[in-house]
Every structure is written in structure tokens, then in C-alpha cells.
């Protein structure tokens, strides 16, 4: 049942306040109503209608989107690994409950199967309700939905056999404090790595941070990553409600040869026209960092 | 005097709140001490000191630089223009009394003339206290400080003779609100146009604005300069303190067959040990837009 308040929520505004992850500073928007709040078995998940960016997926206080600008993040985690395989037909997506990633993949016609593993259950109930335009994807037949922790399905997923594996996989979790903090360690990259059917495989994860928030954490991740993936590239997304504005992500791809910053394939027109964010430039560009942060990422 | 409080600062957290400017949303920091706070002349002044980003100036309750993260406004609102130059020699620079655009052109050797016109002799004073290592170029014998009214010097400026003219013009205003209001119409565009030396001049203005935050203004904004300058073009830099996360620049040139979005020459060996941002990658890069608002203002 939705409350009439939330701690995060002061004065009508909800606040981004998380000494762990933005200390001294936060993103606020204010609140039109709270639509939702529970506990889940998982996490603290809240919902509310804001007054200028739609309705708002919070959990354990940190914002997962909004609907007005959700695309810029959905659209390059997608979008970037799918335009980097020749020839994409399996994708398996860990986390992202909300619909949104898979919204995006139902994008690409030539995609032959698509799971999404989501530990939480509430968190889609919540989305086909609150984010309808996120989730309106999870019903469509070529998409499977596991009910489980994306750890142990990647554990059995890593020993199937060869054909069965997969082209893309797409780490859409939220935050390392929580339920997803097994998804920032090397273990977790060795699953994904040994769960890709090929070299021209490609994988992506959201690191929760960016280059102004915590670099020294982006500089072990990828380090973490690099241990695994000899082909390991930060990119990032701009995102205005998350805060800092921008997103890290990283790629990684098997083929030590492999240019991750171009991608394979150009959208065709159809597939262009359903595309509000990505083009191949602004693919290219997220891998341009400032000086500082390329020499610390990538020197 | 530095005051205990500011309208500006509830419970500790100064909050960018601002239904003009930023409807629904905010960015805020946490204030370890007011530092100075007094309304000049021409507008309300501010300097904290942030727990996390150093000292910051705000004016009429808008964030104007943080210590941590103004190198990413400075080098990318000068180096666009000077590297697009292929030999600049005489530069104006409108508003941008803290200091900050000055200490980066003094990164260019071969510049000989640097102008600054700022109408609050209150922002430079401040920056030389507060703000040291932005304002420390302030006093380099190739600067001259003109107090009084960007607009009207540069009407001035307009009908010299040509030799008198500049190579680059930077206008680093404060937002349309306030004292910078003038610096956002045709007329502006207009003597920026009749002040620069040749073809191969550039202009470059910060728009106050982003895609996200308000981009009819924009398509309002690039359409005036269209007006005056054929080829105007919109680009971005990444500013994690500036709400959204990102802040618009409209460069212009008189040439109709410039690009833009190449720098016509790249930093030396010396001068990019003294870039932590700018790089001719990043150049290219802040002009690529997401597809919705790329269709908006480039086409």
C-alpha cells in the first residue's frame, strides 16, 4: 500500500542523500505522490510520481529511473554490446526487472531468445504497473523470465553446453550494496565469461558509478574485469537523474583484437527509427573520457 | 560578512532549487561553512565551502563552479574555440570574472592579447580569495581586466578597425537571468559577429542550458545565432554540479565551411600536460548528440 511518506522524501522532495555512494552531494526531484512503498524479501522499493519526470523506480534509496529519461541508459546498455556482435540470437539479461533492457532488445528482429533473470519478483509486478512502457516487452514470446539469482542461473548457464550459451550478456543489476553485490567480483566475470558461446561474444555490466563519483572503484572494477577479459573497455552514458548525470558501463569481449569503441554493425533504417538515443557516433564518443580519467582507466 | 545561513541552504545541504531554471528537480551539496555572502550591485553572491567539491560560487542561487570539477567547463569553453583557430593571437573574453577561462587560454604560448570584460568587480575579488587557483592568471601581464558592461564594450569592440579585432571571442556569462539577460539575443550575435578579425574566427557561449533541461530553448537559442552565424553548432561538457550533469556551448563561425567538430590544430606536447579535459578526441566528441535531440538542433 502506498504511504503518505518515505524517509528519503523532506519537504515534498525526494533526496539521493547516500553518504556511501554520493557523499556531500545528491539529486532531488520533487515529489508529486508516493504510489508505492514496501519492503521486498530483497530490498526497499519505492515508487513515486514526480512532478516533471514521470514515475520514479527507487530502490534502497538510490533511483533506478525515471520514465523520461530511462532510454538513455536502456538504449546504450543494449544497444552498444548488440551492435558490437555480427550476428546476434541469444541474449541472456541479469537483473533488470523493470522490462526496460528487454524492451530495447525486442528492438533487434533477429534475435532468436532472450532471458531475463530477475532475484526479484516484486520488482516486475511493481514495473508492469508503475513503468508500463518499460515493461510492456516481458510478454512477448521470444522473452523467457527466471524467477532466481542471476549468480547461481550463470553458474549452471557457464557449464551448458557450447550451442547453448550465449551471444550477448547484459549485467543489469542495481547497486553492489545489496542483493547485487556478487556481480562486482572476479568469480562473477569468470561466470559470465565461461557462459559465452564465442569469442565474437560481448559482454556489458552498469558499474553503478562514474568518473567523478569514484574512480578509484571504476579503476579496480575494470582491473577485476581485466583479470578475465583481456578486452576490457569503461564507456559511459548521460543520464540527468542519476547523479553526476552520467553512468559508467563496462564491455568486454573474449577477442583481445576486438575494437569495442565501433560498433559491428550500423541500426538498419528500421530499427533506426525506434532508436530515440543510440547512433553509431554517440557509441564511439561514450568510450571518450577527459584526460584524467583515460589515464587512469585505460593507460 | 559571512553569514551563519542562506535561503539557499536548508539543514546544511545548499539546494539548487529553481522553478524557472530547474522545474521538478535540484542538485545539492552539503555545506560544511558559508564563506561570504552579500548581493552586489548586480546580483546575489554566495561562497561556501562543500564538504566534498571544495569552495563554491554561486550566483542569484545558481552554481557558477565548484574547485573539484570547474577544469571541465574552463577547458572545454576555451580550448574548443582556440584549437579550432589555426592561429589565434588576440581573444575576448565576456563575463568569466573568476578567473577560470583566463588560466586556460595562458595554456596557449602563442596567444599575445587576452581581454576580460566582467561587470561585477565583486566576482573577481571573491575568486581571488576564494577561488585562488582559478584567479591566480588574472594578474599575467598579457591580461587586461575591463570592468563594465560586456555589451557595451563590445559595441565598441565592433567597429574598430579590423586589425583590432579578435580571433576568438568567449562569452562566459551567468545565466539569462540577471545581468546576462542582453547576452542572449540577435543584436549579441550580431556584434560578436562584427567584432572578430576574419573567416577563420571562432565564438563560443555557454547556453546556460541542456538537451535535458530545456531544449526548445535551445532550438530557440542556435536558431538566433543561425541567424547571424550560417554555421552554429551545438556541443556539451560533461560538469557534474550543473543540474543534469551536462551544460550546452554554442560555437560559431563566420565560414560556412568550417567543421567544427575538428580541431584545426592539436595540443602540443606541453601545452596537453597542462590538459586534465580538453583532448581532440573529447573535442569531436561533445558534439554527438542522442538521436532525439540531434534531430531537434542539427537538423
Known amino acids: 500500500m502506498a504511504e503518505q511518506t518515505h524517509p528519503t522524501i523532506v519537504d515534498g522532495w525526494f533526496r539521493e542523500i547516500n553518504d556511501t555512494c554520493f557523499p556531500g552531494q545528491a539529486f532531488t526531484l520533487k515529489v508529486d505522490r508516493i504510489l508505492y512503498h514496501a519492503r521486498s524479501e530483497f530490498q526497499d522499493i519505492l515508487v513515486f510520481k514526480s512532478t516533471h519526470y514521470g514515475n520514479v523506480l527507487v530502490l534502497d534509496g538510490i533511483v ?42 525486442l528492438k533487434h528482429q533477429q534475435l532468436a531468445e532472450i532471458t531475463l533473470v530477475e532475484i526479484d519478483e516484486t520488482v516486475i509486478r511493481l514495473a508492469r504497473e508503475y513503468l508500463p512502457g518499460m515493461a510492456r516487452g516481458l510478454d512477448d514470446p521470444r522473452v523467457q523470465v527466471k524467477l532466481c539469482d542471476g549468480f547461481e542461473f550463470l553458474r549452471k548457464a557457464s557449464s551448458a553446453e557450447q550451442s547453448e550459451k550465449y551471444d550477448v550478456i547484459i549485467t543489469d543489476s ?118 584524467w580519467a583515460d589515464q587512469l582507466l585505460n593507460n
Not at 573497455?233 to 573474449?254: D, E, K
Request: aromatic share 10%; proline share 7%.
Open 64 to 105: 533506478q529511473c525515471t520514465e523520461r529519461d530511462e532510454f538513455a541508459y536502456q538504449e546504450m546498455i543494449t544497444h552498444i554490446p548488440l551492435y558490437l556482435h555480427t550476428d546476434p540470437k541469444k541474449v541472456l539479461v541479469i537483473g533488470g526487472g523493470d522490462g526496460g533492457v528487454i524492451r530495447e532488445l
Open 174 to 291: 542495481s547497486d553492489p550494496e545489496g542483493p547485487a553485490e556478487a556481480f562486482f567480483q572476479e568469480r562473477y566475470f569468470r561466470l559470465l565469461k565461461d557462459a559465452l558461446r564465442d569469442d565474437n561474444s560481448v559482454v556489458i555490466a552498469q558499474t553503478s558509478e562514474n568518473v567523478w563519483l569514484n574512480i578509484k572503484y571504476l579503476e579496480d572494477l575494470t582491473a577485476t574485469a581485466k583479470k578475465v577479459f583481456p578486452n576490457t573497455r569503461y564507456c559511459n552514458t548521460m543520464v540527468p537523474t542519476y547523479t553526476s548525470g552520467q553512468l559508467g558501463l563496462i564491455v568486454c569481449s573474449p577477442d583481445a583484437s576486438k575494437d569495442l569503441t565501433t560498433p559491428a554493425r550500423t541500426p538498419t533504417a528500421q530499427e533506426d527509427e525506434n532508436l530515440k538515443y543510440y547512433n553509431p557516433e554517440i557509441h564511439h564518443a561514450s568510450f571518450v573520457l577527459p584526460n
